[in-house]
C-alpha cells in the first residue's frame, strides 16, 4: 500500500492534465491558493478523470500499427505547398516540422488524418493513434491506403471523379481513365 491519499492521486491526475486542461487547471490553482476543494469539485474531479480514462481506453481500441513509408514520401516529396493526399475517404497531410514562433513542434514528422474536416488522427511511430472524434472506419481505411497509396488514389479518382491530389474535378477522360490529374501525376510523381 502506498501513502498516497485518494486527493493526493487526484491531484496529481488533475496536475498532468493541466496544461491542456482549464477545468484540471483551475482546480489545481484553487487547491494551491486555499489547500482544499469542495466534495462538489472533488466529485466532479474524480468524473472529468474517470471519463478520460474511457475515453484513452476508447481511443487505444482504435489505434493500430501501420507503416506509413508510402504516404509519407509521397507527402514529403510532391512538388506543391501544403500536400494532401486523398485516399479512402480520408486526407493525409504532414505534421508541421515547427511551430509559428519557430520552435520545433511536438508533432513533426507525423502524418494527420482527416475524414472532410472532422480530426481522426495522427501517424507517427509505426502506429495510427486514434482521436477523440475518430470514426470506426478510419483504422482500416488508413491502414489499406498506406498499403498501397497509388492504387487507392487511382480508385479514389475512378469513383469519385475527383483527383486524390488537388481534390478537383477531373475533366478530362483520359484523366478519370487514370484517376489523376497529369499536372499532379508529374507532380506527386505518381
Ligand atoms: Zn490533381
Known amino acids: 500500500m502506498d501513502n498516497l ?8 491526475k488533475l496536475e498532468e492534465m493541466m496544461t ?3 477545468f484540471a487547471r483551475s482546480l489545481v490553482n484553487q ?8 466534495p462538489n469539485q472533488w466529485a466532479a474531479a474524480e468524473r472529468m478523470i474517470a471519463k478520460m480514462a474511457a475515453n484513452k ?9 501501420v507503416n506509413v513509408g508510402k504516404i509519407n514520401d ?10 494532401v493526399f486523398r485516399a479512402e475517404g480520408l486526407k493525409f497531410s504532414l505534421a508541421p516540422i515547427t511551430l ?4 520545433p513542434a511536438a508533432n513533426a514528422g507525423a502524418v494527420y488524418v482527416k475524414a472532410g474536416d472532422e480530426y481522426q488522427g495522427k501517424i507517427s511511430g509505426g502506429k495510427f493513434h486514434a482521436g477523440r472524434d475518430c470514426l470506426d472506419d478510419t483504422p482500416q481505411a488508413v491502414v489499406r491506403a498506406a498499403q498501397d497509396p497509388r ?3 487511382v480508385q479514389y479518382g475512378r469513383d469519385t471523379g475527383i483527383c486524390a491530389c488537388c481534390g478537383r474535378t477531373l475533366t478530362d477522360p483520359v484523366s478519370i481513365e487514370m ?4 499536372i499532379c501525376a508529374e507532380k506527386w510523381g505518381l
Open 5 to 12: 491519499s485518494n486527493e493526493d492521486v487526484v491531484i496529481d
Open 20 to 22: 491542456w486542461n482549464t
Open 31 to 38: 487547491h494551491l491558493a486555499k489547500g482544499r476543494l469542495s
Open 57 to 65: 481506453v476508447a481511443r487505444d481500441a482504435k489505434s493500430v500499427d
Open 74 to 83: 509521397l507527402l514529403v516529396h510532391a512538388k506543391v505547398k501544403r500536400p
Open 100 to 103: 509559428k514562433n519557430g520552435q
Open 151 to 153: 492504387g487507392v488514389a
Open 179 to 182: 484517376g489523376i490529374g497529369p
